[in-house]
Structures are given as C-alpha cells and as structure tokens.
C-alpha cells in the first residue's frame, strides 16, 4: 500500500499500522513501514524476526514500532559482529537471539565477549575467531572466552596481561601450541597478582614474554 505512487493512493502517513504476520523474514521491510507513517506499528503478532544486526537494532530502538520483545530472532551476518551489539540486541527480547553458522568473526572487550558468550538468550556456534579490543585484560577472563570458542582469538592489542601465574602461564600456553587458539602473544607486560610463587613457574613465565614481570 506505502509502496504504490501518490497518484495512486493519497492521504497516507500518519495511519497506525496492525501487522498480521507472525515470522518476518527481513527487518527491512518493518524498518520501511516504520519510515512510511508517523503512526505506530503494532508487531504483537510477530514471533520471530529475521535480519542484519544493524538494522535489528533500528527496529527495536524506534520509537514507532510497539509491540516487540519477546520475539526469537535471526541475525543473519556473516564476515563480523561487534559483541557490545549482540548484548544490546539480547537485552531487547526476552527470545532466543541466534547468529549465523556462517559468522566468521566476533569483536570486541573480553568482557563484552564473556557476557555473550555466557548468555542463556544468545545462542552462538562457538567456532568463530575473536578480535579483542583490550590493551589490559586479566588472564582468566582471556582464558574464560577462549573456552567459549574454538576459533583463534586475536590478542595483538594487548599490552598487559594481569592476573595469577597459573591463569597467565595457561594464555601464553594456548598461544605457544602447535594449534595454537590465541595469537598475539609474546611481548607483553605481566602483573602477577600471587604472593608468592614457585621459581619453576616464573622461569616457564618467562620462557613465554619479552615484557616486564610485574608484581602488584
């Protein structure tokens, strides 16, 4: 109706809009209702919804589209997603947020990957590669997102490592291997938060980093 030229139909834009559909299978076309009436759009009846991140969060943060959020919802993206976006999208719908079998890529603060990661509305295929932002990230939560996926994570913003020598030595391990599931690795300052540790562990440490050993 929107769509056919003003010659055909005159005097629309303000109308609020009922959609009838319950799956939509592009976000777009909401978007562009959404676009086309200063109006609201009631989507009560939509149960799942469909589309790129980007414009996933436009429809869930107009101010003219009611009736969303419990939805189950497809982000279809596949080359990367910024982890910060996901966990605004999975705060939107009390649904089931699934990315792409295809997602190469995540990025973002290891915090910001931990909490996606770990959240029971995101469901994420665990084999992407990780870009991480940080320049100080404590080992363990390095270590906590490397469980969460079997692809490569890319450290090579990282310029301080903090955390135990156990949890630093297992990082900088993951990094050495054969396979290794983190790369970046290799020059950066450590603090060591333990009180006292055992000389074999600090000469392995040590074997790991060009950086300084720090003790806090």
């Known amino acids: 109706v929107y769509g056919a030229g003003s010659s055909e139909i005159t005097g629309l834009g303000n109308e609020i809009v009922v959609t009838t559909e319950s799956s939509l299978a592009d976000v777009t076309a909401l978007n562009t209702l959404d676009g086309n009436t200063t109006g609201t759009v009631n989507t009560a009846t939509i149960t799942s919804i469909t589309g790129t991140l980007a414009k996933l969060l436009t429809a869930y943060g107009s101010n003219g589209i009611t009736g969303l959020g419990n939805e189950a919802i497809t982000v279809s993206d596949t080359t990367s997603l910024a982890a910060s976006d996901l966990n605004s999208l ?117 074997g790991y980093t060009e950086g300084c050993l720090l003790y806090t």
């Open 90 to 206: 999975d705060s939107k719908t009390s649904g089931t947020v699934t990315t792409s079998t295809s997602l190469a890529t995540l990025t973002g603060t290891v915090a910001a990957l931990n909490t996606a990661y770990g959240s029971a509305g995101l469901s994420i295929d665990g084999d992407e590669a990780i870009t991480i932002s940080d320049t100080t990230v404590d080992a363990e939560a390095l270590n906590d997102l490397n469980n969460y996926t079997s692809g490569v994570i890319n450290a090579d913003t990282l310029t301080t490592l903090t955390g135990t020598i156990a949890d630093v030595n297992v990082a900088f391990a993951a990094d050495a291997a054969s396979s290794a599931t983190i790369s970046g690795l290799g020059d950066q300052a450590v603090e060591l938060t333990d009180t006292n540790v055992l000389a074999a562990d600090l000469n392995t440490l040590n």
